[in-house]
Nanobody, 123 residues
Framework: VQLQASGGGLVQAGGSLRLSCAAS????????MGWFRQAPGKEREFVAA????????YYADSMKGRFTISRDNAKDTVTLQMNTLKPEDAAVYYC?????????????????WGQGTLVTVSS
């Protein structure tokens, strides 16, 4: 199973970035897909998740209204649209895949992880 995250980069505060995660080697449509992030010196934290059907999405409180997660099961991809970025959003962002029934908002609920993509937000 491979998850390949991309789309990170440097953006000014208030700007936007779109992260993508391509999956292979897994029946993508049956998995919950999530995004987590980890800033230097901090623990990995939940960002957003989406169930296989796409009609159930979950967000950490600080991301609600700014971030949008979506998926395309035909293309085996999940996307995180990040708007109104803040310096505190800077981190390495990881995509992850988890089986249904797991803990959506916790890393333990995910079985597979991508390598991460770095997001830097300048103030």
């Amino acid at each position: 199973v491979q998850l390949q995250a991309s789309g990170g980069g440097l953006v000014q505060a208030g700007g936007s970035l779109r992260l993508s995660c391509a999956a292979s080697g897994v029946i993508f449509s049956s998995y919950i897909m999530g995004w987590f992030r980890q800033a230097p010196g901090k623990e990995r934290e939940f960002v957003a998740a989406i169930r296989w059907s796409g009609d159930s999405t979950y967000y950490a409180d600080s991301m609600k209204g700014r971030f949008t997660i979506s998926r395309d099961n035909a293309k085996d991809t999940v996307t995180l649209q990040m708007n109104t970025l803040k310096p505190e959003d800077a981190a390495v962002y990881y995509c992850a895949a988890g089986r249904p029934g797991g803990r959506v908002g916790q890393a333990i609920g995910y079985d597979f992880w991508g390598q991460g993509t770095l997001v830097t937000v300048s103030s």
